[in-house]
């Protein structure tokens, strides 16, 4: 066995075999080369071998890149701006906010080509927007998005989403409705464009902009019948249409549909914009039938409380009408 291990230092280097059987000869080979020199020489060349091979084989450590000096400075353009915010927005801030943004505008001068330096739009639409300068803030905003676009969409359209939620939370609906209308420039198809034309559309909505609402939630049911918003649009396309007092194309629209999907998604809600669609065109028959259904087909739904409450009213009232109708005639 030893004899195999008797050849010249100077060949090691061409040795062919795999680290990993090198590596299992070792111990194997360990007792044979005690007391013999040559073999005991080269196995001790034969683990250094291994050994430096081992060392080769380890990943070198990835080396951090130093950020760049627009980098540096945005961060604590945004760190300057953080603590603003902690104290507030108003006119005794003017000065700092002013300040910041100028230094935001330098930031994007001195390095116009250094991708971090994007990041100063968006610190001078902040700036603007807690000035009070809301054409200043969706100017600067808008150039950052497109700066966005242009290097990774997905950021920009993520960017978008957060601006224009932010935006609904604090009612500032018209600014939404702009931001929405950008994000479908930039994105006409696919998923984003699918959230977009429905959140303009519940802007709408909220604005009382009935019109304008079933537009947008129309379109969204028209390019995705059977995407994640389609029954949702088709509710709020309901209760716009029901806010213009088109209750009866909306009840026929409701009942159209049931038909074809005897079982679709959120069909207690569709029930109940039925039910009340029929009662406000009057039709006060088949609306209590359409709230006994609801009470019926789905007991647990939230809206059961209402729907038993109209079907009392609606025969309480149907049973006044029968007994005026009685009185006349015996008159």
């Not at 915010?85 to 390095?111: N, P």
């Not at 409380?305 to 006349?328: F, G, H, M």
């Amino acid at each position: 066995m030893i004899a195999d291990f008797r050849f010249p230092i100077s060949d090691l280097s061409r040795v062919g075999l795999r680290l990993q059987t090198i590596g299992s000869l070792l111990p194997r080979c360990l007792k044979s080369a005690i007391g013999n020199r040559q073999s005991a020489i080269a196995l001790l060349c034969l683990a250094a071998l291994c050994g430096r091979g081992l060392r080769a084989a380890e990943p070198a450590p990835a080396k951090e890149q130093e950020p760049t000096a627009a980098a540096r400075a945005i961060a604590t353009l945004e760190g300057r701006l953080a603590e603003l915010h902690k104290e507030g927005t108003g006119l005794a801030l003017r000065e700092r906010y002013e300040a910041l943004q100028a230094d935001a505008a330098a930031v994007l001068e001195a390095h116009p080509a250094d991708p971090a330096s994007v990041r100063a739009h968006w610190l001078i639409a902040r700036c603007c927007e807690a000035l009070g300068k809301h054409p200043e803030k969706e100017a600067a905003f808008e150039r950052y998005i497109d700066a966005l676009f242009a290097a990774a969409k997905d950021r920009a359209a993520a960017e978008l989403r957060s601006e224009i939620e932010a935006l609904v939370a604090r009612r500032e609906l018209f600014a939404a409705t702009k931001l929405l209308r950008l994000m479908l420039a930039k994105f006409p198809d696919g998923s984003e464009a699918a959230w977009a034309l429905y959140r303009l559309g519940a802007c709408y909505l909220l604005m009382d902009h009935f019109a304008d609402a079933a537009t947008a939630f129309g379109e969204v049911l028209e390019r995705w019948p059977d995407g994640p918003a389609a029954v949702q649009a088709r509710l709020r396309i309901a209760r716009a249409n029901l806010a213009q007092r088109k209750a009866a194309d909306t009840a026929a629209s409701l009942a159209d549909f049931l038909a074809k999907h005897p079982d679709p998604p959120m069909r207690d809600a569709l029930l109940f914009d039925l039910a009340t669609a029929h009662y406000l065109a009057r039709d006060y028959y088949n609306a209590l039938v359409a709230f006994q259904r609801l009470v019926r087909e789905a007991p647990s739904s939230p809206y059961v409380p209402i729907a038993r409450a109209a079907v009392a009213k609606l025969r309480a009232d149907t049973l006044n009408r029968l007994s005026l109708r009685e009185r006349d005639n015996d008159r």
